[in-house]
């Protein structure tokens, strides 16, 4: 079945960089969410991309979603202690979640 | 209330027993997605409702698992013959299918250990 693939598996950062996390599929993906879970928490839904090469933003974080809708990227500018968690994405058809990226950050 | 509801929020039992995890979605919401989560892992898919019947039981690991919705709103996750490996968090999320983007709302999960 359409399994999603993260990575880096973690990321450790100093304050005020930026930070990039992929996700990739072996098939076309629908549309693709990206959720976040703080330490201790639940995922949390962060968005939703349907089009092939749609970019949405939120504040500090940019989505990108692939032309050919097979992988996507979540970039954070200019990192904050604020956004520390994991960042998993999910295809929406089935909701399989990739095993996440795990971001730390240095203040 | 207003969230997902899960409950127990802990739950220690011994090799074997059976154990039954409770989960109340968002009131309305017809679609309902049981999850298994270990340290440091992502969200493990078990199975997918929609309504009362089970769209999508695929991610079950093994007949010990079975769970039901028999009135489309509360389900219930029930694991017989516990095992040590099924310590876990069992995450619960409803979503409304056909309106917005479809997003799950997860509760705060149950924790299960087995010892």
């Known amino acids: 079945g359409q399994q999603v693939m993260q990575i880096p598996q973690y990321q450790h950062v100093q304050e005020g960089e930026d930070f990039t996390t992929y996700c990739n599929s072996s098939?076309?993906?629908?549309?693709i969410q990206w959720y976040k879970q703080r330490p201790g928490g639940h995922p949390v839904f962060l968005i939703q991309l349907v089009k092939s090469g749609e970019v949405k933003k939120q504040k500090r974080l940019t989505f990108q979603f692939g032309e050919a809708k097979k992988n996507s990227s979540l970039h954070i500018t200019a990192t904050q202690t604020t956004d520390v968690g994991t960042y998993f994405c999910a295809g929406r058809r089935n909701m399989r979640f990739g095993a996440g990226t795990r971001l730390t950050v240095k203040p | 209330g207003a969230g997902v509801s899960q409950t127990p929020s802990n739950k220690v039992t011994e090799k074997g027993k059976y154990v039954e995890l409770r989960c109340d979605p968002i009131?309305?919401?017809?679609?309902l997605y049981w999850y298994r989560q270990s340290l440091g892992q992502g969200p493990e898919f078990l199975i997918y409702f929609q309504g009362t019947g089970a769209a999508d039981d695929s991610g079950l690991p093994n007949d010990r698992f079975f769970a039901v919705r028999p009135e489309g709103s509360v389900s219930t996750l029930k694991i017989q013959r516990t095992e040590r490996g099924d310590s876990a968090v069992y995450l619960c999320?409803?979503?409304?299918?056909?309106?917005?983007?479809?997003?799950?709302?997860f509760g705060e999960g149950s924790r299960l250990t087995v010892l």
């Open positions: 999320a409803s979503s409304l299918i056909g309106a917005g983007p479809g997003e799950l709302f």
């Open positions: 009131s309305g919401h017809t679609a």
């Open positions: 098939t076309t993906l629908s549309n």
